[in-house]
């Protein structure tokens, strides 16, 4: 037997069920502009990235790990290449 009394309510919904649809309809659309936004800064970090890549000497280029050919391998993609 428990000290708590027992509660004897119908669990009742925040939002209308005839709205429910529209919110979630809404909330499609904010994830896709969340996707959206995140693709849209991925691509200019990488745009970013080999703009500093393409600026870098050899010397430079090789004290971080990198061969001069495969740095302007990965200067030569498009903005939106992974």
């Known amino acids: 037997m428990s000290i708590l009394p027992k509660i004897d309510q ?3 919904t925040i939002v209308p069920v005839n ?3 529209k919110l979630e309809g809404i909330i499609r659309q904010r994830t896709l502009l969340a996707r959206i936004l995140e693709r849209l800064s ?3 970090e990488k ?3 080999r703009r500093v890549l393409r600026e870098m000497s050899d010397w430079q280029l090789r004290d ?3 061969e001069p050919a495969d ?3 990965e200067v030569s993609k498009s903005f ?3």
């Open 10 to 12: 119908s669990i009742v």
């Open 19 to 21: 709205k429910r649809d």
């Open 42 to 44: 991925s691509w200019s």
């Open 47 to 49: 745009r970013q990235g």
């Open 64 to 66: 971080i790990g990198l």
């Open 71 to 73: 740095a302007a391998k």
């Open 80 to 82: 939106f290449w992974d």
